[in-house]
Nanobody, 117 residues
Framework: QVQLVESGGGLVQAGGSLRLSCAAS????????MGWFRQAPGKEREFVAA???????RYADSVKGRFTISRDNAKNTVYLQMNSLKPEDTAVYYC???????????WGQGTQVTVSS
């Protein structure tokens, strides 16, 4: 069992930056691939970024060059550094964890990010 707790959301002006954190419980964090997703009002949850247990990363086209995902296995934490934020980045951001396959096994409760124009 893995429990995930996101933090770091808030209100920021367009062009600003935020860093989200996702702290994971459990002793096997190193084995999990981690991902960030977001859901805007009235929209489906969408993929933002992911990082494998070995550190390989991938991003949605909409955030490439602006967002960076990283992990600190010693702290059981994954981060999402968000720069050059746009109003369309406004959403609830969720982190997820999976051991393998395409589906995520565990989810956090989400953290709100609001970007004002």
């Amino acid at each position: 069992q893995v429990q995930l707790v996101e933090s770091g959301g808030g209100l920021v002006q367009a062009g600003g930056s935020l860093r989200l954190s996702c702290a994971a419980s459990g002793r096997t964090f190193n084995n999990y691939a981690m991902g960030w997703f977001r859901q805007a009002p009235g929209k489906e949850r969408e993929f933002v970024a992911a990082i494998s247990w070995s550190g390989n990363t991938r991003y949605a086209d909409s955030v490439k060059g602006r967002f960076t995902i990283s992990r600190d296995n010693a702290k059981n934490t994954v981060y999402l550094q968000m720069n050059s934020l746009k109003p369309e980045d406004t959403a609830v951001y969720y982190c997820g964890a999976k051991l393998g396959g395409t589906e995520y096994d565990y989810w956090g409760q989400g953290t709100q990010v609001t970007v004002s124009s």
